[in-house]
């Protein structure tokens, strides 16, 4: 995989949705996918919504890109003081070594099972589901991943399916970065669920 697979420089956005006051968490830490975190960013901010990086790192993360490492990023919110109930929504970027560090981090797992215990809609691409199955949130869903992570999930008891993007309930899932286009538009789609009737958006 090279980085010329990859628009880095196009964000496709439903033009009829708008995420004005929906809050997004980013959970990372350092080694994400660059492009799995920033593609998905740019998205959700051109749908008006408001993105927070939250992590267990204190002051920046560094991401991955491809081969090697890549840009540094601000924390926006240490994860010992972020509070599920604050936020509308939740994405999960890949990258190998970061939901690998954070599926044995318990604060992390934990951040990442309220939103599913509140039925709130959640993205996750490449092997971010590797936070999701420690979870317990992959029993009974279908779902796809980066296509190492396919005994993991079955093992998990999730349906895995090899397609760009699968949604289940509120749950989106793609296997890689030249799926981004179908994420992103699904994941805007499933986030402005929250400002359905009876679902009313942060202020």
Known sequence: MTKNNVVTNKVQ???????????????????FEQVELIEPKNALDAAGAETLIVSPKDEQVRGWNFTDWGVK???????????????????????VINPDALRIEPKAVAFVKAFFDAGKPVASICHGPWTIIETGAARGRRMTSWPSLKSDLE????????????????L????????????????????SQVRAPGRAARP
């Open 155 to 170: 093992n998990a008891g999730a349906d895995w399916v090899d397609e760009e993007v699968t949604v289940d309930r509120n």
């Open 13 to 31: 956005v439903p033009q009829d949705i708008n995420l004005q006051g929906v809050k997004v968490a980013i959970l990372v830490t350092d080694g």
């Open 172 to 191: 989106v899932t793609s296997r890689k970065p030249e799926d981004l286009p179908a994420f992103n538009a699904k994941m805007i789609e499933l986030f």
């Open 73 to 95: 990023l601000p924390v926006d919110l240490k994860l010992d003081e972020a509070k599920p109930e604050d936020f509308d929504a939740l994405l999960l970027p890949g990258g």
